[in-house]
């Protein structure tokens, strides 16, 4: 599976679904493949929009003023800077005065029809989603992984951080069609309890997500989770790094990097996918556990009624 970086790379720039070499590309495509990192920070994002959406005038300022306009400190945008691959401000301000003033390749660069940063930021999630689909066109990793996570009683899910919506989801569906499932949301010795007492229990297998930026109490809970005889299925945003060289399985999903907070498309859909894997292991369990929920469910009044 391609890691999000090399799936970007190969589609260069993404313009109306179609790719476009750089010498073609708008002056904002090229700002967007050029701030396209998914390691950046929150602040350091800010910092990227705001020189996306005022190029013209942002390519000509001062470290000072840029930092005043943007609401961040200096020492943030030399750091941005770096972030994106400069030595310092000065050459990340060549380049962008380069693209403003179109002298790179030659003659200004027509604009495309781009729209803004919020549909490209949907445009990005769309290609996370045809490299996911793609993936899927052999499903027999995720339908085997399905299959352990069922058969593993307790099931452990983790999640810190920034993963822990994408945890609690999986964990609330899951113990719709599993009788034992623990959320790990707090990291350090609380994570190392949670983990060990699993194992202790009978349980195989920990569901792990680690995404953007990635904690090191992750890392810290994995090893430990293998140190304990845990199997870990990680779901993540990278093919490559420590977390992953820690598992036993990742599935590497892309997110969406183009506004100030992740977006995570392609990572529910994994999560669905994960789900739908454990109902098909065991459909009689799976059936006679949504049937007694539904029961119970009209029983209390859970929902509303249509």
């Given at each position: 599976m391609p890691s999000p970086q090399q799936a970007r790379a190969q589609a260069s720039v993404i313009t109306s679904g179609r790719a476009a070499p750089e010498s073609q590309a708008s002056p904002t495509s090229r700002l967007r493949t050029l701030f396209d990192?998914?390691?950046?920070?929150?602040?350091?994002?800010r910092i990227a929009q705001y020189l996306i959406e005022h190029l013209t005038e942002a390519a000509f300022l001062s470290i000072t003023d840029l930092?005043?306009?943007?609401?961040?400190?200096?020492?943030s945008v030399t750091r941005f800077a770096s972030a994106v691959g400069f030595s310092g401000y000065p050459a990340l301000r060549e380049r962008l005065q380069t693209i403003a003033l179109g002298t790179r390749g030659g003659a200004p660069a027509a604009e495309e029809n781009q729209g803004n940063e919020l549909q490209a930021a949907v445009d990005a999630e769309i290609e996370n989603l045809e490299n996911l689909r793609r993936d899927f066109a052999d499903a027999d990793r995720v339908i085997g992984v399905g299959r352990e996570l069922a058969g593993s009683a307790p099931l452990t899910v983790l999640g810190l951080r920034?993963?822990?919506?994408?945890?609690?989801?999986?964990?609330?569906?899951?113990?719709?069609?599993?009788?034992?499932?623990?959320?790990?949301?707090?990291?350090?010795s609380v994570a190392y309890d949670a983990l060990l007492q699993s194992r202790e229990a009978g349980g195989t297998w920990v569901l792990a997500f680690s995404m953007p930026r990635h904690a090191h109490e992750?890392?810290?809970a994995v090893r430990v989770a293998r140190g304990a005889g845990l199997k870990v299925a990680l779901i993540t945003d990278l093919?490559?790094?420590?977390?992953?060289?820690?598992?036993?399985?990742?599935?590497?999903t892309g997110t969406g990097p183009r506004l100030v907070f992740d977006s995570y498309a392609a990572p529910g859909v994994m999560c669905a996918a994960l789900l739908?894997?454990?109902?098909?292991?065991?459909?009689?369990?799976?059936?006679?556990?949504?049937?007694?929920?539904?029961?119970?469910a009209e029983q209390h009044h859970f929902f509303l009624r249509d």
């Open positions: 990192r998914p390691r950046l920070s929150p602040g350091q994002r930092a005043d306009r943007v609401g961040v400190s200096q020492p920034i993963s822990v919506s994408l945890a609690e989801y999986f964990a609330y569906a899951a113990r719709r069609v599993h009788p034992d499932v623990r959320l790990v949301t707090r990291g350090g992750t890392l810290d093919a490559l790094g420590p977390v992953v060289d820690e598992a036993d399985i990742t599935f590497a739908q894997a454990m109902t098909d292991a065991d459909p009689e369990r799976t059936q006679a556990r949504l049937e007694e929920y539904e029961q119970v």
